[in-house]
């Protein structure tokens, strides 16, 4: 018979599964097929790795790993809130953290409250560690619209000034990183695609 802890462990893995199923207004690379939240958060975790020397501070990127691949976990109860809906806000709601007190609940207590603080630290972003996440958390879908003459950015009809807005938080996590951003969006304004 099998412990309850690795019971538990086993229903969240089943869980997550789900996450491979909710779908995100950005498109992959070069791409017309849409991304999902479990492709997001595997390329967050790829770009922190091999980003991290760019981070504004020393950070412990085993965290930044963990919240980037559990960031949008709740999206599974809550749905993807477009980063530049006009009427849904793109911040934690109740309904996120309710989520994550579910879903993160079904593992054992001591892996659930980790995950859940490690998920409230990103939520928060006040950290080095969550500063650089959400650094990553910004910059990819850039990176994507970019690839697709404009991407989102076109077919919502998304200003230069919104954009910046939003992305202008990628400096909190990496200067370097935000002086490319800045050089893309330049770059995306002369192309005409954004």
């Given amino acids: ?17 789900k996450i ?6 950005t498109k992959l690379f070069n791409s017309n097929r849409h991304e999902n939240d479990a492709e997001h958060s595997w390329h967050l975790a790829m770009m922190a790795i091999v980003l991290a020397e760019h981070s ?12 980037v691949l559990i960031h949008d976990i709740v999206e ?11 009427i849904l806000n793109h911040t934690n709601t109740e ?7 579910r879903i993160f609940g079904i593992l054992p207590q001591e892996q659930a409250e980790e995950l859940i603080s490690i998920w409230e630290e990103f939520e928060a972003g006040e950290t080095n560690e969550a500063k650089f996440a959400k650094s990553m958390d910004r910059f990819e879908p850039l ?11 076109a077919e919502y009809n998304v200003s230069y000034d919104k954009v910046f807005d939003t992305a202008k938080g990628i400096q909190k996590g990496s200067e370097t990183i935000w002086n490319y951003t800045n050089d893309l969006l ?3 304004v002369e192309q005409g695609i954004l």
């Fill in 1 to 17: 018979m099998h412990s309850d802890k690795l019971s538990k462990q086993i229903n969240f893995i089943k869980e997550i599964d």
């Fill in 95 to 101: 309904a996120e953290t309710m989520a994550a007190k």
């Fill in 20 to 25: 491979k199923y909710i779908q995100r207004r």
């Fill in 76 to 86: 599974i109860d809550t749905g993807d809130v477009f980063l530049h809906d006009t």
């Fill in 143 to 153: 990176l994507q619209n970019a690839s697709n003459q404009g991407g989102t950015w």
């Fill in 186 to 188: 330049n770059e995306s």
């Fill in 56 to 67: 504004n501070t020393p950070i412990d990127i085993l965290k930044v790993i963990k919240m």
